[in-house]
């Protein structure tokens, strides 16, 4: 991680010890990425971290960037509109990862480069036509896929069902303004693979890979947190999204 003098004159005490914290757990995340990767046979370079940046102030996200985050992820619109206008000067990706709801549509379009949460055909028309009302460039989209889901249950928070996957990829792929760059999910806490990540992950990558047969560039494979970033990086994963291990533990949304 490097030093950036320029944030660091103008922190106050509290400001510099944050900095230092950041720093230190970033440096540790960064480890273990690396050595995720190693294990796995794979360049550190094929790995992208994302920082989820939820419930913490706009003052996190700019040190964050100081020290070299290039990506970082929100899941509530409420708390991102606002923080990402305060953070309009840096040059971060910023990735939308939460449930979205079709009402928010035209806010996440102001300042999310990707979502990874698309689940829906509904959501998919939402997004293409609040695309192209805007001037904003193509935006990027990942399929999230619910690994608990079993056929016909239909019992999920968020995401599709494995079986709706090509139909919804067909349908994004064909949306104008939006751009299929492939799925996203969270291990999941129920069903059979609950309390295996790496069998969750492992699907996610069939996934992915038969979603590339038709879909060639759609090459994002957006899983791990905190708790299961070797899992993922493991199966493949391209991206993974930490939030607590840079930040430090939530406190429980209200
Ligand atoms: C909060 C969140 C994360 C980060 O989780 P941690 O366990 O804090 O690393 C990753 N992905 C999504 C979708 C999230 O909502």
């Known amino acids: 991680m490097n030093d ?17 914290t950041l720093r230190a757990n970033l440096t540790s995340v960064e480890q273990r990425v690396t050595a995720a990767c190693a294990v796995a046979a794979r360049a550190r370079d094929e790995v992208t971290l994302v920082v989820v940046t939820k419930t913490y102030p706009a003052s996190d996200t700019r040190i964050l960037s100081a020290l070299g985050v290039t990506d970082v992820a929100e899941n509530r619109d409420q708390d991102a509109a606002p923080k990402a206008e305060e ?7 910023w990735h939308f ?19 990874h949460s698309v ?3 509904r959501l998919i028309t939402a997004l293409s036509a609040e695309v192209q009302k805007s001037e ?11 690994l608990e889901a079993s056929p016909g249950s239909g019992l999920h928070r968020g995401g599709a069902a ?9 349908a994004l ?21 609950a309390g295996s990540p790496r069998r969750a ?15 060639p560039a759609a090459t994002m494979v957006s899983a791990g947190m905190s708790g299961d970033l070797e899992e993922a990086i493991a199966a493949g994963a391209t991206h993974v999204r930490v939030g607590t291990a840079v930040l430090g533990v939530r406190a429980p949304l209200g």
């Open 4 to 20: 950036s003098p320029d944030l660091l004159a103008v922190l106050s005490a509290s400001g510099r010890a944050r900095y230092e």
């Open 87 to 93: 953070c309009r000067d840096l040059p971060l990706i």
């Open 97 to 115: 990862v939460g449930q979205l709801q079709t009402n928010k549509v035209r806010s996440v379009l102001r300042y999310a480069d990707r979502v």
């Open 119 to 121: 689940d829906r055909l």
């Open 136 to 146: 904003r460039p193509e935006l990027g989209c990942l399929i999230q896929v619910a």
């Open 162 to 170: 494995p079986a709706d996957v090509p139909a919804l990829a067909d």
């Open 173 to 193: 792929a064909s949306a104008p303004g939006l751009r299929l760059d492939g799925v996203m999910a969270v291990a999941p806490l129920t069903g059979p693979d």
């Open 201 to 215: 992950f492992d699907r996610l990558a069939e996934i992915s890979s038969h979603l590339r047969r038709a879909h």
